[in-house]
């Protein structure tokens, strides 16, 4: 199970200082390249800051929260019930390293998971994504990445010495290695985005 960050309401909803800072950078980026129409799977919702902010902003698009911890998926029902937004679907739960409920995708979308979980996660999603997604099907990743072995600034590397203390399995991964386990199921690097923060985004997309 992932761990929660940030503060939850009497509501029932968490939420997350840099999910809410985050949003709109990434959301620049998926404006630009996923398809006008289609559904978009969201693994690893979290709060579901992120998953309503889009729906909102990108109407055209059918979105699917989804997300493995019971409390989360509450949060994000919760949100999806204050924002009544007709593209927002009800969150699913999904655990990346599990079956995935039947289902096809026109695009599939992560945010900050790879580093909190164990790196037979990220070989998951792949295969996973590689399942859903049609030829051309678009797999956006974002968040802190290491770079040809090399952290891109010293907060990062921080950031990574926490998350391994925590949990031995979790870390900073290398862009190259993400890349080379999506290639191992037919997915492609179209480009990498450069994020606020030292983050990044990984627009990736399925061969035909």
Not at 157 to 165: G, I, V, Y
Request: proline share 9%; glycine share 8%.
């Amino acid at each position: 199970m992932l761990k929660k960050r940030g503060e939850k309401d009497a509501g029932g909803r968490w939420s997350s200082a840099p999910a809410e800072r985050n949003k709109q950078p990434i959301l620049d980026v998926l404006s630009r390249v996923l398809p006008p129409q289609g559904l978009v799977l969201e693994i690893a919702s979290g709060t579901g800051q992120h998953v309503v902010h889009f729906a909102a902003a990108l109407p055209g698009l059918r979105w699917q929260p989804s997300d493995p911890d019971p409390e989360l998926l509450r949060s994000i029902e919760a949100r999806r019930a204050e924002a009544a937004l007709p593209n927002l679907l009800a969150p699913i739960e999904l655990d990346v390293q599990a079956a995935w409920p039947p289902t096809r995708a026109d695009a599939v979308l992560c945010s900050n998971m790879v580093h909190v979980a164990p790196w037979a996660a990220t070989g998951a999603l792949m295969r996973g994504a590689g399942a859903v997604l049609p030829p051309e099907g678009v797999l956006v990743l974002y968040g802190p990445y290491r770079r040809d072995g090399r952290h891109t600034s010293p907060g990062n590397e921080e950031f990574d010495r926490a998350l391994r203390a925590e949990n031995s399995e979790w870390g900073l991964r290398d862009v190259e290695a993400v890349i080379a386990e999506a290639g191992r199921e037919g997915i492609v690097l179209r480009e990498i985005v450069e994020m606020p923060a030292n983050n990044l985004t990984l627009v990736l997309a399925k061969l035909r």
